[in-house]
């Protein structure tokens, strides 16, 4: 008689839109059992118990002292996490640390959640958990799902920014997602788009994905005006809307600008055009906003891109002042 894998005795919610169930090459995975649609919350879930330390510091032994707290219930349902469904893990803080989260807060909270870290990864996902602000994390669908499709999300939050190769060094596992396949055009064309993404990212912010200004080994920005513009702020606000707008119809043509990445990304490009005040500028940049795509805002900016505002020695000053914030 084949024995009943470990997983079947995780608690998934009876009214769950998802199953718990083999996916080929990940070990198990997420399967969607009905259709879900687009913003629906898949799951909400409370951490098994959490730990206040950053990821880095945490010890077999932090974790042990949750563990011996837990019930007997709950003591099983940790041990049942395998790595990848098969093997199980040979410490306890490695357990943790391929299942954890992290919550938002200071200081750095990680909590130990066995459903949400059942799902799998994809670089094109059609889920999201967004950062949580308390101790339960949820999961999104992103775009519609139809039953018996896998749920994912992607398990990093700068990957829209990253390689094929930049994304596999740091999953330290092979994706097989459309955007990992190699030897095709998108995989080709989307190692362009967010490489140029990444490229934007410095141009806007003043500095690389990991918050600081960057190095000479494989440099983001070669040319070296348009790093120091960059970096001190003084690209004209014509170019930074362009440059914002060009960003979200790349992240659109990727397949990654979900409507949680538009809640977050088009109150600045909302305030960017509202800053304007060369009136004829200011007007293009109006017209922009209007447009029903963002390629159309894309193009109706591109009108302005380069023309000298009134208002950008100001808002150059603003920035610098909100980057030395942090
Ligand atoms: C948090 S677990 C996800 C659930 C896991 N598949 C399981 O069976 O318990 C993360 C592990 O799942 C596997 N995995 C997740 N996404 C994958 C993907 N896109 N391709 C291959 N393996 C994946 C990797 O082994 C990874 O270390």
């Not at 040979?90 to 992290?102: D, G, K, P, R, V």
């Not at 993404?197 to 690389?208: A, I």
């Not at 930074?240 to 977050?264: A, C, F, K, Q, T």
């Not at 900016?301 to 610098?320: P, S």
């Amino acid at each position: 008689m084949s024995q009943v894998h470990p997983y079947r005795s995780l608690n998934v919610p009876r009214d769950a839109p998802f199953e718990l169930k083999p996916s080929p090459g990940k070990g198990w995975g997420a399967f969607a059992t009905r259709r879900i649609v687009r913003g629906a919350m898949i799951l909400k879930e409370w951490p098994l118990f959490i730990i206040q330390k950053p990821h880095e510091e945490i010890t077999e032994v932090d974790v042990r002292k949750c563990f011996v707290q837990l019930g007997p219930g709950e003591k099983q349902q940790f041990m049942s996490i395998r790595d990848n469904a098969s093997t199980t893990f040979m410490l306890m803080q490695h357990t943790f640390a391929e299942n954890s989260f992290l919550l938002t807060g200071s200081p750095p909270t990680h909590g130990m959640f066995l459903l949400h870290s059942r799902f799998n990864h994809s670089c094109l996902p059609n889920a999201k958990v967004p950062e949580a602000s308390g101790e339960t994390i949820a999961i999104f669908a992103t775009r519609d799902i139809v039953a018996g499709e896998e749920i994912t999300f992607c398990y990093n939050t700068d990957f829209e920014c990253r390689t094929k190769n930049e994304r596999h060094r740091a999953l330290r596992f092979v994706c097989d997602c459309k955007a990992c396949l190699t030897g095709t055009l998108f995989q080709e064309l989307s190692d362009l788009r967010r490489r140029l993404l990444r490229g934007l990212q410095y141009l806007t912010h003043g500095v690389d994905l990991d918050g600081k200004r960057q190095g000479s080994v494989s440099p983001i920005i070669v040319d070296t005006e348009l790093r120091q513009a960059a970096e001190n702020f003084s690209i004209p606000l014509s170019v930074r809307l362009v440059l914002w707008l060009l960003s979200m119809v790349l992240l659109e043509e990727e397949g990654l600008l979900d409507y949680l990445m538009i809640e977050r990304l088009n109150p600045s490009i909302l305030r960017m055009a509202g800053w304007f005040r060369t009136e004829s500028n200011a007007r293009v940049a109006k017209q922009a906003i209007a447009q029903d795509t963002w390629l159309g805002k894309f193009g109706m900016a591109c009108r302005i891109y380069g023309l000298r505002d009134v208002a950008d020695h100001e808002v150059a000053v603003i920035l610098r002042v909100l980057q030395s914030r942090g």
